[in-house]
């Protein structure tokens, strides 16, 4: 064949393959309800549009044919908020009225989320917002539970300081000082070992005296990095403190303080809140109270005897 003919042809084939890319093509949606359907793990119940009421009790159900070891997680305005349950099941039941703290679990942007507990890969999460409903009798009871005329005082002359701490909390008086409250068996994951049952509070606060050469030294024996990195300064009774906070993929999420006292002294002040922790018996509670707000109570409380 002459080259000039077979060169033609070349080109005539090339233009309509791009003529043939180029026109719109229908979508065989078929195959992409048949990939949803496939799906190994999906959230049946509540999946979008649901509104729940505080103080019921809600079967959440979805589906697990291969049993996978999944996290069941809480969101609301995609923020992770609570842990629900580490299960290999189809279904558990919710007992609202448990929640950790009732004012934050009210709101019309809630979903859930499953995870892969070997990878935490996000397996599926409902296809809209549900919301949560507090009734007035339960907002009303809430307004009432509240530990501004139910703290008591705390001196320590060995450390040189006071506060006030909620009569609810039960206080340890050691080699450190801990404030917590009720203490629940819970599970945790590990991010995929095995399940291992811990001792939880959803309050526990903790506070260490340090000696040392300077304040810098003291800094980096107790939290082994630089002082130079740190998220913010508070003022704690009058006297500075550096901080930093902690929490992605950790069991307790913390707030570590060092309150600088003189060059040699300081006073190390955690806090602590439980993060992926999941099936707690008895559920974590703390009188419907921000557990945020009362260490910053606490905290507003410290005063220095020097």
Not at 32 to 37: L, N
Not at 53 to 82: A, C, F, V
Request: with cysteine; charged share 25%.
């Amino acid at each position: 064949m002459n080259l000039k003919y077979l060169f033609i042809i070349i080109i005539i084939i090339i233009l309509g393959f791009a003529i043939w890319m180029l026109v719109p093509k229908e979508i065989n949606t078929e195959d992409v309800q048949i990939e949803k359907s496939n799906q190994e793990v999906e959230i049946i119940y509540p999946n979008g549009g649901e509104v729940l009421e505080y103080g019921e009790s809600y079967m959440i159900q979805w589906t697990n044919p291969n049993q996978k070891r999944i996290l069941i997680e809480l969101y609301k305005d995609d923020e992770r908020i609570d842990g629900i349950v580490i299960s290999k099941t189809e279904g558990i039941q919710w007992d609202i009225i448990n929640l950790k703290f009732p004012e934050i679990y009210q709101g019309d942007r809630f979903k859930l989320q499953i995870l892969d507990d070997n990878t935490y890969k996000v397996l599926d999460e409902s296809d809209d917002y549900f919301s949560i409903e507090i009734p007035k009798e339960y907002t009303e009871e809430m307004n009432q539970e509240t530990y501004k005329s139910d703290y008591q005082d705390y001196k320590n002359d060995k450390y040189g300081f006071e506060f006030e701490y909620p009569i609810e909390l039960t206080l340890e008086d050691n080699s450190s000082i801990n404030i917590y409250s009720s203490k629940s068996l819970c599970e945790t994951d590990g991010y995929g070992f095995e399940i291992e049952t811990i001792e939880a509070s959803a309050l526990n606060l903790e506070i260490i005296k340090h000696l040392g050469t300077s304040y810098d030294q003291i800094w980096e024996d107790v939290f082994g990095f630089s002082s130079d990195y740190y998220d913010g300064i508070k003022d704690i009774g009058g006297k500075q403190a550096k901080y930093f906070s902690q929490g992605a993929e950790m069991i307790f999420g913390r707030t570590a303080y060092l309150v600088k006292l003189s060059e040699t002294e300081a006073l190390e002040i955690n806090t602590y809140i439980p993060i992926l922790v999941y099936n707690c018996d008895p559920q974590l509670m703390i009188s419907g109270n921000d557990i945020y707000s009362v260490y910053d109570k606490i905290l507003s409380t410290i005063i220095f005897l020097d």
